[in-house]
């Protein structure tokens, strides 16, 4: 017998899905849900915070300090 397969939360739509290799799509409970998430990394609507360290010095080069 199997062990019943963890069940998830899609992250775009919340629908509950089973974490199983027989999902093509995991996280995701299916191709739509998967490539509007892509979408919106490509649009770049998902951002990664940043911090500014105000004790460094300011650099024209993102990245580089002065």
């Known amino acids: ?4 397969p963890r069940m998830v939360s899609c992250p775009q739509c919340g629908k509950t899905v089973a974490w199983d290799p027989a999902n093509p799509y995991r996280p995701f409970c ?3 849900c998967k490539m ?3 979408g919106a ?3 770049e609507s998902y ?3 940043v911090t500014e360290n105000k004790e460094e010095p300011e650099s024209d080069e993102p990245g580089h300090a002065a």
Request: charged content about 30%.
């Open 41 to 43: 990394w490509a649009s």
């Open 47 to 49: 951002r990664v915070p």
């Open 36 to 38: 509007i998430d892509l």
């Open 30 to 32: 299916s191709e739509r």
């Open 1 to 4: 017998m199997q062990p019943k």
